[in-house]
């Protein structure tokens, strides 16, 4: 019998890392209700953020710890200017891992086949609502039409199955879920709701307004015919074939329904802070003794001490759950 490798990522609930969710920048260039402030929020100093040769060691010691895939995600991953070369050299990486990014598209139209080319494998865009009008009113921004073409330059480049991640909000959007679905199934887009979560600057969420799984699926089946697809594994969202497929919906109910027991994520911030959870209230810091010489043995040590510190879960629903101090936005998606 052959020996297999002794899982490094390990927690003391039998989860094994795998999936690693990189922030490449805090930095945003859509001003979103839910997510931050109309007058933005402190963006991180330059000198706080890993250089570009800091973040790729660190995925590549990742890497070797048995991460096998990787997702770039900020802020807003586009509006890192060195964002391709990133991208090839994490692809470079031996053994190569999958990588993807979440972004909110604006940019995308010029960067998709650059990325691609650099071995991008995957992009999820977010995009709330189809009416331009809404768009605006959520992202105080008027970009709808850029978000429209770096969709679609991201299905030209090949960056496929491309997925849009969508948050339903009560009396905002909700009405328009159905049209959202149906828009994106015209495309070939595969979309994604996700449940609002308390990951706000603002601290204002509020469960009571969040609109949850239950409620979007009725709202979907009232134009569609849901049946659920077996076999979700490590995966945040539960699928349902939409008509009989072979095109699906998906919804992450991180609140309702959270996927702790099978969550294999990790998280490092653009500052180079490792969490083991998004919710977590603290985060080990692994920039500081990169950048005074840590070997990449001292940094695995670290690396592996937080994965073993990971709770059995998020806790929303305990009394005691207290929001992250940091926002969505920089902790990365």
Known sequence: MTDLPVPRLLDRFGRVGRDLRVSVTDRCNLRCTYCMPAEGLDWLPKPEMLTDDELVRLVGVMVGLGVTNVRLTGGEPLLRRSLVDVVGRIAALEPRPRI??????????????????AGLDR???????ISPQQFRDLTRRDRFEDVERGLKAAADAGLVPVKVNAVAMRGINDDGVADLLQWCLDRGYALRFIEQMPLDAQHAWDRTQMVSQTEILERLGERFRLTPVEGRGSAPAELFHVDGGPQTVGVI???????????????????GQLRNCLFSRTEVDLRGPLRDGASDAEITDLIVGEMWAKKAGHGIDRPDFVQPDRPMSAIGG
């Open 253 to 271: 109910a991180s609140v309702t329904a959270p996927f702790c027991a099978a969550c294999d994520r990790a998280r490092l911030t653009a500052d």
């Open 123 to 129: 992009v999820n865009v977010s995009l709330d609502t």
């Open 100 to 117: 993807a990014m979440t972004s909110n598209g604006i940019g995308l139209d010029r960067l998709a086949a650059p990325l691609a080319a």
